[in-house]
Nanobody, 126 residues
């Protein structure tokens, strides 16, 4: 059974850091593009970042550029999202998603992803 499990969320003060992990089980991530998405209360789910299957292509939304870094460790079957300089507007449930895609560029639309994790809450507050 294909499964993605996010971890690493929590409560952090503005300016702080968190590292989210997305661990896959039941399949290997080598041929999959991975995306991180987030959904705040009352808002639509938005794409935050994605990484291609080889790790050479990454995309970020403007609001997180320079603060967030996506990376993958295929040997550990895990993708990470390092979040620095967190702001209150980063508060949301964060989801990782996977799609089998061996093109260099990762897809940015949530509708292109087939497998989703259950989400992890990130709260940025003083």
């Amino acid at each position: 059974q294909l499964q993605l499990v996010e971890s690493g969320g929590g409560l952090v003060q503005p300016g702080g850091s968190l590292r989210l992990s997305c661990a896959a089980s039941g399949f290997t991530l080598d041929d999959y593009a991975i995306g991180w998405f987030r959904q705040a209360p009352g808002k639509e789910r938005e794409g935050v970042s994605c990484i291609g299957h080889s790790g050479t292509s990454t995309i970020y939304i403007n609001s997180v550029k320079g603060r967030f870094t996506i990376a993958r460790d295929n040997a550990k079957n895990t993708v990470y999202l390092q979040m620095n300089s967190l702001k209150s507007e980063d508060t949301a449930v964060y989801y990782c998603a996977a799609v089998r895609r061996v093109t260099i560029r990762c897809p940015v639309s949530r509708y292109e992803y087939d497998y989703w994790g259950q989400g992890t809450q990130v709260t940025v507050s003083s």
